[in-house]
């Protein structure tokens, strides 16, 4: 893992990462304003001693700077006032910005911190499908979408890789993959030595399925977000210049603003396509937040 990192952030960034990973995260919240004003929530936290900080760019999102009680217990969360969600994962669905009258995919939804910021977004308008491959997380996703009070949407157990075959097209589709999570270290130290090589390039490997059969029911002028809470090139970079590379339809697009670090153009000696510029990541020691990737991919 370090050999690989060294080979694309160098000595000197390897090291500042690794030190990173160990330090703990700063809790962040994502006020739900299908049940509760900004304000309100603030106001409410404040009252209990809780120090909030707002998040650029996301207008709902706060980290917790004091956090006095447990955030997962206080009645607010149990109402379904807020998510608890990190701060890169807040971008995906912001970035993908569906509009209230469009038909929404997650692809791989549960437990459903994305697919409950996506109906916020919608304004519980619209339809929104949800999709998970494993039974054992519907729950989960089912349980915080109806604490967040989310209207808009239908749950399915499905693998997302046989897409077409359910018949619908979509206007903007959010590709959240399964991952080896080598950007969480820094909520879980045991993945410094519980993947592999073979763990990633499996991943990779149904990455580019997911990608394939999502991008195949897009609309023409459709979006789709793809994201990954990793930090490997061969789960980010490598696996959108493979499927793009066959797919002259569907263009990276830029982002709106400069949310973290342009992606590779440029890895291990292989040249990617040049729009994966546009693409981008975060990394714990420069972002202070987990390791992540997006990449916004338009449909002609």
Known sequence: MIERYI??????????????????????????????????????????????????????????????????????????????????????????????????????????????????????????????????????????????????????NYDSINLKRLNIRADKILLDVPCTGEGLIRQDKSRKLSKTMNDINKMASIQKKLLKAGLSVLNHGGKLVYSTCSIAPEEDELVVNSVLQNNPQCKIENLKFQYGLNGFTKIYGKNLMKDLSKSQRFFPHIHNTIGFYICLIKKS
Do not use: W
């Open 7 to 156: 080979d694309f952030l160098g000595l000197n960034q390897t090291i500042e990462l690794l030190n990173a990973n160990e330090r703990p995260l700063t809790p962040s919240i994502r006020i739900n304003t299908l049940k509760v004003s900004i304000e309100a929530l603030k106001e409410r936290l404040e009252k209990k001693s809780f120090k909030l900080a707002p998040i650029e760019l996301i207008p709902y999102g706060f980290n917790i700077l004091n956090q006095p009680q447990n955030l997962g217990s206080l009645h607010e969360f149990l109402q379904g006032y807020y998510y608890l969600q990190n701060v890169a994962s807040m971008f995906p669905a912001h970035i993908l910005n569906p509009k209230p009258d469009d038909i929404v995919i997650d692809m791989c939804a549960a437990p459903g911190s994305k697919a409950t910021q996506l109906a916020q977004i919608m304004d519980n308008k619209g339809s929104l499908i949800l999709i998970d491959k494993y039974m054992n997380r519907i729950p989960a996703l089912e349980i915080n979408s109806r604490r967040m009070g989310i209207l808009n949407s239908i749950v399915l």
